[in-house]
């Protein structure tokens, strides 16, 4: 489980600002989680406009202390993870999210309201906080597929 974080220390910032220097070095990934990249802290980072199917105008986003407030409407989609390559697997979630969370650096309070890859994307990353793989939400081996494309959920 990562650790909650206060969004306005110095060491957090710079936490933030190498997991987005991280995404933007991994073209075919729409988001990360600081425990992906050996940080034991509750940060997210991502950018699902680099998705296909994104419809999302929002640009890179890091959010410290990202907290699932609101979910409705479950389906299944295909997802993948840059910590897991060549796997990818139908995952079933919601595909309208509310988050609460903090700008790293002002400690601003946000709120993110979020729909289809973007809200896909956004609680994939809220599992990697968690200690969750996409894996631990498939229901068992045929479910999961070979990769035919490089872009993760």
Known sequence: MAEPVDPTAPEVVAAAADLLATLRRAPATTGLAAPQIGLSLRLIAFDARRHPRSRSWAGELVVANPRLAGAAHWDDGREGCASIMGLTADVRRAT???????LPGTGEAVTIEADAIEARC????????????FLDRVPGVLSLHRRLHTCDA
């Not at 309208?96 to 903090?102: D, P």
């Not at 956004?122 to 793989?133: K, S, Y």
Request: glycine share 10%; aromatic share 0%; proline share 0%.
């Open 96 to 102: 309208r999210i509310t988050v609460h969370g903090h």
């Open 122 to 133: 956004i609680q994939h990353q809220l599992d990697h906080l968690d200690g969750l793989l």
